[in-house]
């Protein structure tokens, strides 16, 4: 209460391949997934591709659109305070194109509920569970 909060669009891929593990990404700041700031001139979807490649040096595939979130982000330490909007996209990863250009992060693959439980933002757990085991219909 009492702060101003600068918004910040951002696009998310929610990524899991045929063994049902999800990608993430390591970073100093913990487990997050792949994805985060448009920048002005800048599609979600477009974001997203450019994010995904600096995080984990993939092209990657949006299937679908699963949703919007948002989530207040304060730093208290830098003062700094965020109204994150999150777009989520079902995605693939379909061709490595080098290694990440952001240093800090690494690629890794969870199995679905460490990855749930790992992730530090609560809107990245909302948007993991649409493609939970669960939420899979069997056919």
């Known amino acids: 209460m009492g702060q101003s909060y600068v918004v910040q669009d951002c696009s998310y891929a929610v990524i899991r391949n045929g063994e ?4 993430v990404a390591r970073t100093p ?3 997050v997934l792949l994805g985060g700031g448009v920048e002005p001139g800048e ?3 477009d974001a997203l591709y450019r994010e995904a490649y600096e995080e984990s040096g993939y092209r990657i595939r949006i299937i679908s659109r699963l949703g919007f979130a948002s989530q207040y982000v304060n730093n208290f330490a830098k003062g ?3 109204l994150k909007r999150g777009t989520f996209f079902e995605c693939e990863l379909t ?3 080098g290694p990440p250009l952001e240093d800090d992060h690494e690629l890794i693959w969870m199995a679905y509920q460490e990855a749930h439980d ?5 809107f990245h757990r909302w948007a993991l569970e649409f493609v939970s085991p669960a939420s899979r219909s069997t056919s």
């Open 95 to 97: 061709e490595k194109l």
């Open 80 to 82: 700094r305070y965020r």
């Open 118 to 122: 790992s992730l530090i933002r609560p």
């Open 29 to 31: 700041k913990g487990i």
């Open 20 to 23: 049902g593990k999800v990608a």
């Open 43 to 45: 599609s979600e979807q």
